[in-house]
């Protein structure tokens, strides 16, 4: 815990000394995070969160998973509000994944083992920043989608269908108790007010986080360091200013592969503590996420390897 303490604090000092001897780019790197939470964050992540915080509170989840249901409770052993987690935190991207996971659990529509079995994949890159932001800007290469949709979603499903029959020893469906019925509750403005509020302030510590990353990663810009360090570590740190330098840095087409594929798995400090936000108040335990991203990083780097050597 000393540790710990002592390395936060360190990393705080250093921070605050970029801030006096470097204003300039330290202003530059804020208001690139601050426009990334402006434009693609907030508009993206907050209508989401107010409808799927609305859907919850009036228990309308089976509404929307009965199409899906039986696929994913056959295939991944889940309920029907574990496919709602599912389909949504592949659809939505981080940490919206995280935050169902935690409403769910705290309203008791899924249990605490299943709940964690949920969180090792369930927390994902979205298809607009896949398509978009990472396939045309970064690699320039639209046609290759679908390899890399395979690669970044194929490599979670994989790993939960190697660590199910773990989750299956200690989950005990007893202890899940049933859907409520859609409909349970009365649609008022007070639930409606409820959701937005609680949105705005999760949406708000989401732009908090991702500002303070791009901060450190505009700190790691500023050092001479050699281009493929400085690729991984502001990866690392914040995945869009990773890729944003692996773009600019202009490397070949099988090196930004290899590069920007397991960080955007990965989902950078940014998004861990983005998550760790996320489920903090429901008490689920952080760490089980972060080696299973961990682990996932480590097989996209095999999967990109062997795309690379044979299809690329």
């Known amino acids: 815990m000393k540790i710990r303490k002592f390395l936060f604090t360190f990393i705080v000092i250093i921070i605050f000394i970029f801030l006096l001897v470097s204003p300039a780019n330290a202003v530059a790197s804020a208001r690139s995070g601050l426009m990334l939470w402006f434009k693609v964050l907030l508009p993206t992540l907050l209508p989401f969160m107010i409808i799927s915080k609305l859907l919850i509170e009036l228990n309308a989840i089976s509404c929307l998973t009965f199409l899906f249901a039986s696929f994913f409770e056959k295939f991944l052993k889940i309920n029907k509000s574990g496919t709602f987690v599912v389909i949504t935190g592949f659809l939505c991207g981080y940490p919206m994944g995280a935050k169902l996971i ?7 529509q899924i249990s605490y083992e299943e709940s964690c079995y949920l969180l090792t994949f369930c927390n994902n ?3 607009m920043f ?13 046609e290759l989608l679908p390899y890399v949709i395979l690669i970044i979603y194929g490599t979670p499903m994989i790993f939960a269908l ?43 510590k989401l732009g908090g986080y991702v500002i303070l990353f791009s901060i450190i990663s505009g700190m790691l810009l500023s050092l001479s360091l050699p281009a493929p360090l400085l690729a991984v570590l502001t990866g690392t740190i914040e995945i869009t200013t990773g890729i944003n330098y692996i773009t600019v840095q202009g490397f070949p087409l099988g090196l930004r592969f290899l590069f920007a594929i397991p960080l955007c798995i990965f989902g950078g400090l940014s998004g861990l503590m983005q998550t760790y936000s996320m489920i903090k ?3 689920l335990p952080f760490l089980p996420y972060f080696v299973s991203k961990v682990i996932q990083t480590a097989l996209s780097v095999v999967f990109t390897v062997f795309f690379i050597h044979n299809i690329l």
Request: contains cysteine; hydrophobic residues 30%.
């Open 125 to 127: 890159l979205s298809p």
């Open 162 to 204: 190697i660590i199910q029959p773990l989750f299956r020893k200690k989950h005990h469906p007893e202890n899940t108790e049933p859907l409520p019925p859609a409909s349970g509750k009365k649609l008022d403005f007070e639930i409606v007010d409820t959701a937005i509020m609680d949105s705005f302030t999760q949406i708000t």
């Open 281 to 283: 108040d429901s008490k």
């Open 130 to 142: 896949i398509s978009s932001y990472l396939t045309v800007s970064c690699f320039d290469a639209p």
């Open 102 to 108: 935690s409403e769910l659990y705290q309203h008791r």
